[in-house]
């Protein structure tokens, strides 16, 4: 490991060369490159490396949109490369069919989404709203806490994407800013680190010579939902194979990272706060205070959205409750006005086995709007004093 | 230089067995794609890759599991089909693999929604042949206008026949200065393939446009296809030529002079609500080309 201090961006740009570079041996790899705040250092930093050698079998692609960006890596990943990318925000609305089109055909591509804002108007801070568009086409989708977490799951999702049980792709989503231009000191991974964890990708479906077929063309309507229905069974495959990533990796890293979702203090909390991403650490600090009061409460940090850990979250909160969902995102017009996305989910994973856990919903730092220490304690004490849900509350307007 | 006279066609039907594609496909009878798809596997045989995005092509391979294709296929998204044969392309040389790799687009993929990407893998100078077979007309969803229709013709969206000119694509690919580009037609097959086999042996990036006579979207027989490809080379409605490095020209095939045109609209029903003044309009614009191609070629030689 390299001990550096860097942003998510540049650790990205580092990582995705070197685990790209760890395909040498087999079909090698490649990125298509489009810029957009807050992600160009990735590509900046991926052209830097390569062009100072470090990628001894590859291309960069410098494309002219996000589209082709995604495109350029589709070849790619047909013809067996480990292909990856990184976009934001309207860039990746740009890259849509694309995206979709990469889990469709089942490509083990790797994509870092910089959590911004959607535009216009033209924001460029943090929020979820263009990776959670994402969110229900085959993508397995991780929300980080901080760099050190990012670069650990670029490791991880290409060993888990790239698993013949898996063969789905993976968006890695930093918040704009708070983790993109934010220096943190980071462990970084050697070319040796990345060869010894990720083994060389064999695309079962890449496209020979010698086994011409047509992949992508025109079926019908049984074959689709065939596909489709294969899609969700193998999108299981992924706890398995996430538990086996994390074990390989402890092996040669000597951490362990942290499961899909995890909890802090949970164990006999009345309340539970979830929080993804870089709000989690927040609500972290917070718990620290009300625990210091006598408070019985705690997080869960929901870091993997797809496929939706749904037993492992209802193991976590077993004991609570109340459960406030923090949201950095709103899906406008929602029933009951619930709008937070991942509240959501869990009022449908709750309602999978009739539970009776009080959900509230909180909305904080829609448009990049910081997410206060201030605004958490007000969450805390509001679920607490709390008898009947209601429509999402929004903080900091 | 071919002339019309001493210019043979070699035996290219009598081929049951193409490379590229199957027989029994269920493609119209008459496609002017079909016949180039049979020409392109004449010389470049079966160490092929295609990227088609949607077009009749990928329809061509008709529905999965089978595939009417002899080669390995990958439908691409609408405008990418010129990114993902790049990518495709760059993957098999870090591995050593000789194997051609094709865009295979229609003109909406190629002059319409595929532009920027197109012009992007030009001007990098992708290693890649793209192949845009023109039937002039968003075939596939029944006859929309698209940019490569002529002045003049009927489509569902222009029932009036269309305002303006077909874009100039070749000139559009030439100031990128590739290679190599040339227009290719089926009606002149002998011309089709040595174009295919020179471009098969040039690195970088290769434009082949080839006009592609469409029956249902053109409103023709069937029996018509080669003939009126071939007319349209003879009136100069499309003329045959290639461009080298954007800027040396070779007219390949030289009618000694233009026929009229009207030989070409009568036909095409698309062309059949046509007005005198644009038929005027229409020749005018094409004896201005034809001449200002001759001249292209005399002051930029090959």
């Not at chain 1, 469709?104 to 790797?110: H, K």
């Not at chain 1, 004991?319 to 009022?347: S, T």
């Not at chain 2, 609209?265 to 005027?280: D, Y």
């Amino acid at each position: 490991m390299i001990k550096q201090l860097c942003t998510a961006n540049y650790a990205g740009g580092w990582t995705f060369s070197i685990c790209g570079n760890a395909n040498r041996n087999a079909r090698g790899c490649g990125a298509g490159i489009y810029p957009i705040t807050p992600q160009t250092e990735v590509v900046e930093t991926m052209v830097d490396l390569y062009n100072k050698g470090l990628i001894k079998k590859g291309r960069i692609f410098h494309v002219e949109s996000e589209h082709s960006a995604l495109a350029a890596c589709i070849g790619m990943s047909m013809e067996g490369a480990r292909a990856f990318t990184a976009t934001s925000s309207n860039g990746a609305l740009y890259m849509a069919e694309n995206i979709v089109c990469s889990a469709l055909l089942r490509l083990p591509i790797v994509m870092q989404i910089v959590n911004r804002t959607l535009g216009p108007e033209w924001n460029i801070w943090a929020e979820q709203g263009e990776s959670l568009l994402f969110r229900d086409w085959g993508w397995i989708q991780i929300y980080c806490e901080d760099n050190q977490e990012f670069v650990d799951h670029i490791l991880m999702a290409f060993y888990i994407s790239e698993n013949h049980k898996v063969l789905l792709p993976s968006m890695l989503c930093v918040d704009a800013f708070i983790l993109s231009h934010t220096l943190m000191p980071v462990l970084l991974p050697t070319q040796e680190e990345a060869d010894q964890y990720l083994p060389s990708l064999d695309l079962p479906h890449r496209l020979k010579v010698e086994n011409p077929c047509t992949v992508g063309g025109l079926s019908a309507p049984r074959i689709t939902a065939s596909h489709r229905y294969q899609m969700e069974a193998d999108f299981a495959n992924v706890f398995p194979v996430y538990r086996e990533a994390q074990d390989h990796f402890e092996k040669i890293f000597h951490r362990r990272p942290t499961d899909p979702v995890s909890g802090y203090c949970v164990e006999d909390a009345e309340v539970i706060v979830v929080a993804s991403a870089t709000v989690a650490s927040t609500v972290r600090k917070a718990v620290d205070k009300f625990r210091a009061q006598g408070k019985k409460v705690g997080l869960l940090k929901f870091k993997m959205l797809r496929p939706f850990p749904t037993e492992l979250f209802l193991s976590v909160v077993k004991n609570a409750d109340k459960i406030a969902v923090i949201d950095r995102n709103f899906a406008l017009g929602a029933p009951q006005k619930v709008g937070g996305i991942f509240c959501q989910d869990i009022v449908a994973a709750l309602g999978s086995v009739a539970s009776a856990k009080l959900v509230q919903s909180y909305i904080l730092g829609i448009g990049g709007l910081d997410v206060t220490g201030d605004q958490i304690d007000f969450v805390i004490n509001d679920i607490f004093s709390r008898s009947q849900p209601t429509q999402s509350l929004w903080g900091g307007l | 230089m071919n002339g019309l006279q001493n210019h043979s066609n070699k035996n290219h039907s009598n081929k049951n067995q193409s490379s590229l594609i199957r027989s029994q496909n269920t493609n119209c009878a008459g496609c002017g794609m079909s016949v180039a798809l049979n020409l392109l596997g004449d010389v470049l045989g079966n160490n092929v890759k295609m990227a088609i995005p949607a077009c009749c092509g990928i329809v061509t391979a008709h529905s999965f599991p089978f595939s009417a294709y002899k080669v390995p296929v990958i439908a691409s998204t609408f405008a990418a089909s010129s990114m993902v044969a790049a990518g495709m392309k760059v993957i098999q040389e870090l591995n050593h693999e000789s194997c051609h790799v094709l865009a295979f687009a229609g003109d909406g993929g190629t002059f319409d929604i595929g532009l920027a990407c197109l012009s992007s893998n030009a001007e990098r100078n992708e290693n890649i042949i793209y192949v845009c077979y023109d039937n002039e007309v968003y075939g596939n969803t029944g006859a929309q206008r698209s940019s490569a229709t002529p002045l003049g013709a009927s489509t569902t969206t222009t029932p009036l026949g269309k305002t303006g000119f077909k874009k100039d694509i070749m000139a559009i690919m030439a100031a990128h200065r590739i290679p190599y580009a040339a227009t290719l037609s089926v009606g002149f097959p002998d011309d089709f393939t040595q174009k295919v086999r020179l471009a098969s042996t040039i690195k970088g990036f290769r434009f082949l446009h080839i006009l592609s006579p469409c029956t249902p979207n053109w409103k023709i027989e069937p029996s018509q296809t080669i003939r009126l490809a071939r007319l349209a080379v003879e009136t100069g409605v499309f003329p045959l030529y290639e461009v080298f490095e954007g800027a040396k020209y070779k007219v390949t095939i030289r009618p000694k002079e233009l026929r009229p045109v009207e030989q070409y609209f009568s036909l095409q029903k698309r062309f059949s609500r046509m007005s005198p003044e644009t038929k005027n309009a229409f020749e005018r614009a094409i004896h201005n080309n034809w001449n200002r191609l001759l001249q292209l070629e005399e002051i930029y030689p090959a």
